[in-house]
């Protein structure tokens, strides 16, 4: 009468963390395929054997991974982690040759106190954009506001 308890699993444990980290990698592995055969069913649609049945069963295949990758990067917190920029490479000659040698540039995440000040910049940055486009509009509307008015009789 006794039903065998099942184990709980810690949702912070690193284990689980790595087993969802490893299943968000082959998903988009999957996802990249799928998208390759739909952009080769695109790019073949004027060839001899392309099929729009298989085309199309591609687009579905491509739908139903994306949107079982999503699923698991909300249910597993995996896709709220930050993601950290690539370093740029200072020309492309570097990064064919950085490819052929197989050797990566080594990103180091920001230290934690570092984290708020690039923030705050990210959004003083953006609040001053929003500034000036506001502040563009504003003119481009009295200019053809006063364009407007002047071509209508107006002296």
Not at 99 to 123: F, N
Request: glycine share 10%.
């Amino acid at each position: 009468q006794s039903q065998p308890q099942q184990a709980q699993v810690d949702q912070n444990s690193p284990e689980l963390f790595k087993k969802n980290l490893h299943l968000a990698y082959e998903g988009s592995f999957r996802l990249q395929r799928c998208v390759q055969e739909v952009m080769g069913g695109i790019q073949n649609a004027y060839g001899e054997d392309y099929t729009t049945p298989h085309t199309e069963e591609s687009i579905t295949a491509r739908n139903l991974q994306l949107r079982a990758l999503n699923e698991h990067l909300v249910s597993s917190g995996i896709g709220a982690l930050p993601l950290l920029p690539l370093p740029l490479p200072s020309s492309s000659a570097e990064n064919v040759s950085t490819e052929l040698d197989g050797s990566t540039e080594q990103v180091v995440p920001p230290s934690e106190p570092q984290m708020p000040v690039d923030q705050q910049r990210a959004i003083e940055v953006a609040f001053e954009r929003l500034r000036r486009a506001r502040e563009s509009a504003g003119v481009e509307a009295n200019l053809v506001g006063g364009a407007e008015g002047k071509g209508m009789g107006g002296k």
